[in-house]
């Protein structure tokens, strides 16, 4: 009998052994046949995140970031242990004693599903688990994933030390609010670093990775304090804060910047504008938009943030006066409902989603409350209600008409429901009294139709400083400093000018100022001068100061235009200029951007200097890989220097102009300041420069510099049209250049334009060229420089080959045969602009 019950059980412990080693064989084939071709573990040794890229202006500050997944790496050493106890206790409280999946953990979470009927299934996922879930496999719900997360997990234990699995994790796990990684979550969560989180507080974050879409910490409020409670309570029994801490730390009101507790992050840094984000477009052309969205970049911007400021602030006042001049109002076209307007909760509720610009300095959105019998009732954002409530006055609407459903204009507006209707969202800035800065009243602004662009750079390093390119970035991204192409003008003429002074001509060169006509496939092309005069031989000075068109076509066709084109190409201006006569007035579209950088190199000297944005960039390890400036330092390698002396900095750049050429062409755009077309600069130190308006006024420019700063200025509508009978370069541009300029020089001051060597001045009459003695003295003298050994006896006579007149014939330029039409600047001062010219058939560039 009891060899037969021994039998028996001997029977039932083979089979099971049997069994136990089926099993085993099945389940080791399955995890043999799912192994093969799993992704390598070991790539994550090497893994590099997503991270934020950040730009920083010289000083340091942050002004700007740009990510896809906005995740800020810190390595597991700077994570405060606290952090790292938290998200233990709330995802693997084993974590340190498992080998990549917790036994106990599936176990109990089996239990509770049977116990809850499977209304109370919750993943028991190890963190190794977690990790190559998210960086190696999908996130499908299969027995398939989870047989393969097993594999890997098991697989990184033995490739990785537990902290640097902890640091994958913590870097690369969604919290919610687009934040990646418990960095970017304490910032988004409480615009706090990691160092500073209460333990309540690093028990919120532990709490996110369950469910971020659902725990929102206000649409969720009590959901995500219950999760939160929970890990304190984990944190508390497993030994990583006391029973007390516990205790306190569960009763603290769940805070966050969702909440209003905290100030937003992003409300610390400037509105995005047009200089961070063409560092985007510039970078993300150069290295890829995913290593500059994802790679960590750390950026520093040429961007001076006080000069930036006024250079937005100066070309929006331009633009806006030019637009107010018009006297035509359009509003924002944005409209709040009636039902809206009873309330304040309700319509500043709606004007907070109003698709209004908010990065215009001192302009604020507001909602038309009521209409009375003369003014307008508003709500503004951002700024209390008064007893009496804000109002605009029927004097403040009496500048502007109403455009009417048929495009016709309507009366002048004698009350503020002339133009306003209740619900009307518009925009408003306060005036003051210009004495004491006391406020006036409130009064209605809009964004203009008109557009332009600004940019300002050093001339030696070619760092841009300001670049503002357009009104306003929240209402148009579109860069018109960079993007926008447009003609010139005759701001393009200095360049044929510096292919003549490198053929051989001189300042003092006399260029026939007489009619000319060209035969094209249109037609006749009769050019003429902006007055529609011409003025007979001329010396060349002359001819750039009064911006004389027929003596830039005559220069032209003499020395070639494609002697011009490669001017113009090697300065940058253009990629390939056409041959065309008409393109040495500036006929042919180019950018700003381009311009301004080409003018860098006459305040230079000639030498070749590319404009950058940037100064330098770093990878996410902190190693440089691009810097701007690689001119050389000759003394930086010494401890110290001789008592007053400075580096001495070697350039290596190319020269794409001679010195002396430089030199004579920025001497001659100073006499353009001076006594020409950019009369209206006002600076306190020497300035040279060129003004441009194209063809029937369609672009207006002026582009002028210092011994170290160059700027630039175009106004036009983006879909070119005439700006008026009174438009000119200086007349719209110079104020903008002046305003700009004159805190530019506070800050980095200027000096005379440096003369080269090899040449020597001759004092000369400018009017006719004529050689005069070396104590000449009158306003019609200017000393010219010259290079040694040239030549300069005898007058000589250009005509570009479009009939060679008799100088006998032809009386020599007086002033006196300079007229046109006398306007008021808007410094107030009186200046004298030639009449437009009628170009015929043809639409060529500069005028004036």
């Known amino acids: 009998m009891f060899r037969v019950i021994l039998s028996f059980f001997g029977a039932i412990f083979a089979w099971i052994v049997t069994g136990v080693i089926f099993m085993a064989l099945i389940v080791g084939a399955v995890f043999w046949i799912y192994s093969r071709d799993l992704p390598s573990h070991e790539q ?21 970031e740009f990510a896809q997944e906005r995740r800020i790496f810190v390595p597991i050493d700077d994570i405060p242990p606290l952090v790292r106890e938290a998200f233990v206790s709330a995802e693997d409280k084993n974590f340190y004693v498992h080998h990549g999946f917790d036994p106990r953990g599936m176990l109990a979470a089996l239990v509770e599903a049977v116990r809850s009927r499977g209304e109370n299934v ?20 299969s027995v398939e994933r989870k047989i393969k997360e097993l594999i890997l997990a098991t697989r990184l234990e033995e490739t990785l030390s537990k902290d640097q699995i902890l640091e994958l994790y913590l870097n690369e796990i969604f919290l919610g609010q687009n934040s990646f990684g418990v960095a970017a979550a304490a910032q988004v969560y409480f615009n706090k670093p990691l160092t500073e989180l209460a333990p309540h507080e690093a028990a919120m974050l532990a709490a996110m990775p369950q469910a971020p879409s659902r725990y929102h910490p206000v649409r969720a409020r009590e959901r995500v304090t219950d999760r939160r409670n929970y890990v304190l309570r984990e944190m508390w029994q497993n030994g990583y804060i006391d029973e007390a801490t516990y205790l306190s730390e569960r009763e603290k009101p769940l805070r966050s910047v969702q909440n209003g507790d905290f100030p937003a992050f992003q409300q610390q840094l400037p509105p995005r504008g047009y200089f961070t984000d063409e560092i985007r477009r510039q970078l993300s052309r150069e290295f890829g938009e995913d290593e500059f969205f994802g790679g960590g970049l750390t950026i520093r911007a040429t961007v001076d943030p006080s000069l930036q400021q006024v250079a937005a602030r100066a070309l929006q006042q331009a633009l806006e006066r030019y637009d107010r001049g018009r006297g035509v109002w359009r509003g924002t076209g944005e409209k709040i409902a009636g039902d809206m307007l009873t309330s304040e909760q309700d319509w500043r509720a709606a004007l907070a989603e109003a698709e209004v610009p908010r990065d215009i300095e001192g302009w604020h959105p507001a909602v038309v409350l009521s209409l009375g019998d003369n003014d307008a009732r508003i709500g503004i954002e951002g700024v209390d209600e008064d007893e009496d409530g804000h109002w605009i006055p029927a004097k403040d609407v009496q500048w502007a008409r ?160 494609e002697t011009v084109a490669k001017y113009a190409e090697s300065f940058g201006v253009y990629d390939d200029l056409n041959a065309f006569i008409a393109n040495s007035l500036g006929a042919q579209e180019t950018t700003l951007y381009k311009m301004v950088a080409a003018y860098a190199m006459f305040a230079n000297g000639g030498e070749r200097v590319e404009p950058t944005l940037v100064d330098r960039v770093q990878d996410s390890r902190g190693r440089t890989i691009y810097r701007h400036d690689r001119r050389e330092c000759l003394d930086c390698g010494q401890t110290v220097l001789p008592a007053g002396d400075s580096p001495r900095i070697r350039s290596n750049r190319e020269r794409v102009m001679d010195a002396i050429t430089a030199y004579q062409l920025t001497s001659m755009m100073e006499g353009v300041v001076k006594r020409g077309s950019g009369r209206g600069v006002d600076l306190p130190v ?26 630039g200025c175009y106004l036009g509508y983006d879909q070119p049209r005439t700006l008026g009978s009174n438009a000119y370069g200086g007349t719209l541009c110079v104020p903008v250049f002046n305003e700009f300029m004159r805190e530019a020089v506070r800050e980095f001051g200027g000096t005379a334009f440096k003369v080269p060597p090899g040449g020597h001045f001759v004092n000369i009459d400018r009017f006719s060229g004529a050689i005069l003695g070396p104590d000449a003295k009158g306003p019609n003298v200017i000393a010219e420089y010259f290079r040694d050994g040239q030549d300069i006896t005898g007058l000589g006579l250009i005509d570009g080959g479009f009939g060679r007149a008799d100088p006998a014939t032809l009386p020599l330029f007086t002033s006196a045969r300079d007229s046109g039409q006398a306007v008021t600047t808007s410094t107030g001062k009186r200046k004298v602009i030639p009449k437009k010219a009628d170009f015929g058939t043809l639409s060529s560039g500069g005028l004036y």
Do not use: C, H
């Not at 919750?122 to 719900?141: H, Y």
């Not at 529609?532 to 032209?556: C, D, H, K, W």
């Not at 020497?686 to 700027?711: E, H, L, M, Q, R």
């Open 686 to 711: 020497p300035v040279a420069g060129k003004t441009g308006t194209t063809n029937d006024a369609k672009d207006v420019w002026f582009i002028g510099f210092t011994s170290n700063i160059v700027a």
């Open 44 to 64: 994550l040794a090497q893994y590099s995140p997503k991270t934020i890229s950040r730009i920083y202006s010289g000083e340091g500050r942050l002004i700007d």
């Open 402 to 561: 109403k455009r009417n459903s048929d495009g016709s204009l309507g009366r002048s507006a004698r009350v503020a429901a002339d133009l306003l209707e209740t619900g009307d969202v518009v925009l408003v800035r306060q005036m003051t009294s210009d004495s004491d800065g006391s406020f006036i009243r409130w009064t209605l602004r809009q964004v203009p139709e008109v557009q332009g662009g600004f940019m300002a750079m050093d001339v030696n390093t070619g760092r841009v400083i300001a670049m503002q390119g357009g009104f306003s970035y929240q209402s148009s991204v579109f860069n018109r400093a960079t993007q926008a192409q447009r003609q010139p003008g005759s701001s393009f003429k200095p360049f044929v000018y510096a292919a003549a002074l490198d053929s051989g001509f001189t300042p003092a060169t006399i260029v026939v100022d007489e009619p000319v006509t060209v035969n094209t496939p249109q037609g006749l092309w009769t050019p003429k001068n902006a007055g529609g005069r011409f003025y007979g031989p001329t010396p060349m000075r002359i001819g750039i100061e009064q911006s004389r068109n027929l003596m830039t076509i005559r220069v032209a066709q003499d020395i070639g235009m």
């Open 122 to 141: 919750r993943g028991a996922s190890t963190i190794p688990q977690q990790v190559m879930k998210n960086f190696l496999l999908s996130s499908d719900r």
